[in-house]
């Protein structure tokens, strides 16, 4: 096996884009054209399941991207394990855009122009020996992008309070869901390309430590009350720290009372899906009138475990930098196909909940479904324990087969040494709507005995149908 410095520092180095920014001109125009059907397809919806209040009707009627492309940089170009083809490049577009949004009860919203800037990577999986070569390519930000918009007439009062931000975050919440590591958007070159050959597993877990920060000084309180406060009491902050990996879920350490140098060492494990993954990190002071800011810091998983494992991150407070540091450590562990490594041996102890392997279930299809095709509405649920995942759900439109759906998803469930001792099935169900139709148990011990803890197979649902599914568990392995 590859050492894990080997691996850290293997890069071709960084190459110009000129031909793809002349290729992207070119092709603009279509572009344009496909990713304002996508929005209509894709976000709309999701805008109207997550914005609040009345902008939740807001749709779309007006969507042009505009005539300035988006331009691309630093293109470092690898072979990935699987015999894929890994392209890392930066983005930035500075669009001069047509946008309208419209609905009952709110103002007409007008997006003139969009700030877009992140590290893209383009994975080009699985190659084949027929022509276009690639049987998909799947696109993703490395790390959250930077996202400005500039709004147009009544919709510019409203730029720095609810509407600039709430929609801002909003469409960053749906890039995060679609399209920033470990979650990507794929693309089938081939429409029948196996979706078990697209798939690119986690590199492995990053066992990050908040050990603690030096020169932490409170927020300028900005109330009256809160002044008033701070001249009778002394202002001491009460720490804890958000942590973000990528679009994962987000960790905070415990609460640490009064100390301008407190102390967490508190430990958490992240899943990598890419060793440029950042390491987000925002010390808050924990107030009765809600948390304020102190200082947020970035890193690299890769910067951390070239640094030794351990980094002093510094903190900038409103873009200003500060005296403060948050110091961290962090541990890399391969995922390898042993079930010796499946052990508590292998946990980080206090905050991990004895994290020792991973599991991981890919659905790509239901097959023999039967119905009315207007009327189904077929979705695949997978659980393990108390953990439990949902597909999105599939509707009958044509040029569609809805009675045998792809699903192409991907789910994991991170093990600790209690379910490994009482593991139980893993449960693959077929529903239609919100009714169960049929399930399948699969013990996890064939997993486990299974060539390469790898079981694929077409699962027997019921009533004729089955589910196209491959489930594989890894331990964990402490790089070299």
């Known amino acids: 096996m590859t050492s894990l410095q080997d691996t850290l520092t293997a890069s071709g180095g960084a190459e110009p884009a000129g031909f793809l920014n002349d290729i992207v001109e070119q092709l603009w125009p279509n572009i344009c054209v496909a990713a304002a059907q996508i929005a209509k397809d894709t976000v709309e919806p999701i805008l109207a399941s997550t914005l609040p209040g009345p902008l939740a009707n807001l749709r779309f009627v007006k969507l042009d991207l505009g005539h300035v492309p988006a331009r691309f940089?630093?293109?470092?170009?690898?072979?990935?394990?699987?015999?894929?083809?890994?392209?890392?490049?930066?983005?930035?577009?500075?669009?001069?855009?047509?946008?309208?949004?419209?609905?009952?009860?709110?103002?007409?919203?007008?997006?003139?122009?969009?700030?877009?800037?992140?590290?893209?990577?383009?994975?080009?999986?699985p190659l084949t020996n027929v022509i276009p070569l690639i049987g998909a390519a799947q696109v993703a930000f490395l790390n959250p992008p930077n996202l400005k918009l500039d709004f147009t007439d009544a919709a510019n009062i409203a730029d720095c309070f609810l509407i600039e931000k709430t929609v801002r975050n909003t469409i960053l919440g749906i890039i995060s869901g679609m399209a920033v590591l470990p979650n990507r958007f794929l693309v089938k070159m081939d429409p029948n390309v196996d979706y078990f050959k697209t798939y690119h597993p986690h590199h492995g877990i990053v066992r990050l430590t908040v050990e603690k920060a030096i020169g932490i000084t409170a927020p300028k309180k900005k109330s009256g009350v809160s002044r008033l406060i701070a001249k009778v009491v002394k202002d001491v902050p009460d720490c804890y720290v958000k942590v973000n990996v990528g679009a994962e879920g987000e960790w905070r350490t415990s609460v640490q009372k009064n100390d301008h140098d407190p102390v967490w060492n508190e430990t958490h494990d992240f899943l990598v899906t890419d060793y440029e993954q950042q390491i987000a990190v925002d010390i808050q002071d924990d107030d009765l009138a809600g948390s304020d800011d102190i200082g947020v810091g970035y890193t690299t998983i890769k910067d951390v475990l070239l640094n030794g494992g351990t980094h002093e991150v510094n903190l900038t407070h409103k873009g200003e930098i500060t005296d403060a540091k948050l110091i961290i450590h962090a541990?890399?562990?391969?995922?390898?196909?042993?079930?010796?490594?499946?052990?508590a041996q292998n946990s980080g102890g206090q905050g991990t909940a004895e994290i020792c392997g991973l599991a991981t279930i890919l659905v790509a299809s239901a097959l023999g479904l039967s119905g009315?095709?207007?009327?189904?509405?077929?979705?695949?649920?997978?659980?393990?324990?108390?953990?439990?995942?949902q597909t999105a759900a599939k509707t009958y439109t044509p040029g569609t087969d809805i009675f045998n759906p792809s699903f192409d998803q991907a789910f994991q469930i991170l093990m600790t040494a209690d379910m490994i001792a009482n593991p139980g099935n893993f449960t693959i169900s077929l529903l239609n709507k919100t009714n169960e139709t049929g399930s399948a148990a699969v013990s996890f011990q064939d997993v486990l005995g299974a060539p390469d803890m790898i079981l694929e197979n077409s699962f027997d649902v019921g009533s004729g149908a089955s589910v196209r599914a491959r489930i594989s568990v890894r331990g964990i392995q402490l790089a070299e």
């Open 331 to 343: 541990k890399f562990y391969n995922l390898v196909a042993d079930a010796n490594t499946l052990s």
């Open 372 to 389: 009315q095709r207007d009327e189904l509405n077929p979705s695949v649920k997978v659980a393990w324990g108390d953990k439990s995942f």
């Open 73 to 125: 940089s630093n293109v470092d170009v690898h072979k990935t394990p699987n015999d894929g083809i890994k392209l890392d490049m930066d983005l930035q577009w500075e669009s001069v855009c047509d946008i309208e949004l419209d609905g009952a009860r709110v103002p007409k919203i007008g997006i003139e122009k969009a700030h877009l800037k992140g590290r893209l990577s383009i994975l080009l999986c």
